[in-house]
């Protein structure tokens, strides 16, 4: 059971007997009345964001979820993506739309952790950030920094960030998984 002083982002709740995510929360302390709690919750089962207001102290039962460590192994077009248990070494299929705009993170060999509600694999949970390749950027014009300008970057996974004119092709981002934005160049081609 979580108290509402337990949230915080990401916590994992049942609401309604569906599985639910914080995404946002804020304590209110009214100058009358009681305190309580305003929630931003996505459902995990269909994607739909709900908000809700709960009284202080109220609770919420954890949901029956069940992690398990997996590696991407390749996307194909029948099949959809194929993932790989490390501990059973069974292979998953998930389809297109079961992993949406995440597969833009998707790196062969990635490890990372599949969710399962009652049996049923419902979604993927991502590290921060993940190490991608430019494939695509037009070059920067010398001199153009002074204004802090950016330009668009396609990634080898499909991904188009901003990124700053210094940024070639070949060089390696890390790119934010939860925002989709470059945070740093972690390598320059050789």
Known sequence: MYSTSDFRKGLKVTFKDEPYIIIDFLHVKPGKGGAFVRTKLKNLLS?????????????????????????????????????????????????????GDNRYYLVENMELYLNYYRGQPIGLDFPTTVSLEVVKSD???????????????????????????????????????????YIERAKTKA
Do not use: C
Request: proline residues 5%.
């Open 47 to 99: 994607g739909r964001v709900l908000e809700e207001t709960f009284r202080s102290g109220e609770k919420l039962e954890e949901p029956d979820l069940e992690e398990k460590t997996v590696e991407f192994l390749y996307h194909d077009p029948k099949d959809g993506y194929v993932f790989m248990d490390k501990a059973s070494y069974e292979q998953i299929h998930l389809m297109d739309d079961q992993v």
């Open 139 to 181: 070059p920067g014009v010398k001199g153009d920094t002074a204004t802090g300008a950016n330009k668009p970057a396609t990634l080898s996974t499909g991904l188009t960030v901003q990124v700053p004119l210094f940024i070639n092709e070949g060089d390696i981002l890390k790119i934010d998984t939860r925002t989709g934005t």
